[in-house]
């Protein structure tokens, strides 16, 4: 079979988080230093404008033409290389035809979706394709939620060298962040809002805390769901909803429920924000969730949701300016205990806003994963979970190349 060109090409380069990505894979790889990588787009112009701004030493990178409309140019798109990233979104709206190109093709693929729906839509219609094509499908490669599966992961396999046995339950909590949203991220959850609100069965089915675990997937755990303050006792501290956690969660169980119930079979698995203590913390966490309430509704609403998207969010193509992602960070907690009572604590951090300076990093560091690290023979074609396919190979790359730390705190 001829060598594909090149080993990545990122589809949407010139996304909002393309461009920091491709500035990124610069900074590591050079052009083809070690990963021969090129940038696809829709528009030549911006790609060409995309190239210069990179510098003299990326003039020799690879520009693709290639069009989520135009199924012909994503098929030679795939011919060229053995990995796609995606950044081209919403991808409810936007994308299928890539996965479905992959898919068929045998070419590995990750991405940045936290879009459950579409997910669930993507599994159950190319899972069959990919299996028989080899090609291995990873989403949700971004702080949603790399930070929370690998965590999750992490902090399992020290309780299984510790205990003998994983933490059937497993809190997460985000202690800090700093960042922005993009347009295309707004875009992005808008569009959800707007799906759930206009289908009842969307709705029943965004509920189920198992929605992306494989068909006939069966635990018996309810699983709990933040939607208002609570105390909690861990921390002692108030906590509030965490937005993510709706897609986090369900990328969790997902795993649990690929890794044969490794986590238990009764794993129960939650996330929520840190607030604070007493009642300043008390009043914050009720702040903080009705000003996430007051946001669903609005999206729901088609007169308030055109004002939310004409004067509130930003436009797509815009999001955080470079000195907010320079400045921005997360610190995320883990606290996990086993069926026996034993419990262990971890923290995951990262430098740079969450969503855009280490979504960059941490996105191209999977693709360079599925690119470099892990044999086909090993996983085969399907839609895995990044701790699922990229496990201890991915958590060794975050440290040393992509500003994360993995810790175990102790009890
Ligand atoms: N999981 C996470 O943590 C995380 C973080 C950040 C972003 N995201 C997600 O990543 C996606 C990108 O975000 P963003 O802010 O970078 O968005 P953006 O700036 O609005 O970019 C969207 C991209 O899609 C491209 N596009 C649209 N229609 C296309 C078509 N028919 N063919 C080819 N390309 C097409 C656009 O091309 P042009 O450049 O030519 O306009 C643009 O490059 C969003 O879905 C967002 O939700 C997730």
């Known amino acids: ?29 050079g052009v083809a230093r070690n990963l021969r990588w090129a940038a696809a787009g829709r528009s030549k112009q911006k790609l060409e ?27 030679a798109l795939c011919a060229r ?45 190319y899972e069959e394709a990919a299996r028989k094509s080899g090609a291995r499908l990873v989403h949700c490669c971004g702080f949603d939620s790399i930070p929370s599966d690998m965590g999750v992961f992490f902090l399992q396999r020290e309780a299984m060298r510790r205990f003998g046995q994983p933490c059937t339950r ?15 991220t707004a875009a992005s959850l808008v569009n959800v809002i707007k799906e759930a609100a206009a289908d009842p069965a969307l709705r029943k089915e965004l509920a189920n805390p198992y929605s992306l675990c494989p ?51 009764d ?31 609005a999206g729901a609403l088609p007169p308030a949701r055109w004002a939310l998207e004409r004067f509130v969010l930003p436009a797509p193509g815009e999001g955080p300016s470079p000195e907010a992602q320079r400045k921005g960070f997360f610190d995320i907690r883990f606290v996990g205990r086993t069926a026996k009572g034993q419990s262990l604590r971890a923290k995951v951090t990262g430098d740079r806003d969450p969503g855009y300076g280490s ?12 690119a470099q690290d892990v044999a086909k023979d090993d996983k085969p074609g399907g839609f895995w979970t990044p701790s699922t396919i990229f496990g201890e190979r991915l958590i060794e790359r975050l440290q040393a190349d992509a500003g994360l730390t993995f810790e175990i705190l102790g009890d």
Request: aromatic fraction near 8%; glycine fraction near 10%.
């Open 267 to 297: 794993f129960v698995y939650d996330e929520a924000v840190l607030v604070g203590r007493g009642t300043k913390g008390r009043l914050s966490a009720a702040g903080m969730t009705a000003a996430l309430a007051a946001f669903m509704i």
């Open 1 to 29: 079979m001829k060598k594909p060109d090149f080993d990545l090409v990122v589809f949407g380069a010139t996304s909002f988080v393309g461009q920091i990505l491709a500035g990124y894979l610069n900074d590591q790889f």
């Open 81 to 125: 290389t053995r990995v796609v990233i995606s950044t081209v979104g919403p991808y409810a709206l936007y994308g299928e035809p890539m996965v479905k190109a992959c898919a068929d093709s045998g070419t590995d693929y990750c991405d940045l979706t936290g879009e459950v729906q579409w997910i669930r839509r993507m599994i159950r219609r």
């Open 359 to 370: 979504t960059a990093k941490m996105l191209g560091q999977a693709g360079a994963c599925l």
């Open 170 to 184: 497993v809190k997460m909590r985000v202690r800090a962040m700093r960042g922005g949203f993009s347009g295309g």
């Open 49 to 75: 404008a995309l190239r210069k701004s990179l510098g003299p030493g990326a003039a020799s990178l690879s520009l693709i033409e290639a069009d989520a409309g135009d199924a012909a140019s994503l098929e």
């Open 215 to 265: 068909p006939g997937y069966r635990s018996a755990a309810r699983q709990p769901n933040v939607k208002s303050p609570e105390h909690d006792p861990d921390f002692d501290a108030w906590i509030a909803p965490f937005v993510m956690g709706a897609i986090n969660t369900r990328i969790v169980q997902r795993s649990n429920a690929l890794l044969e119930q490794a986590y238990g079979k």
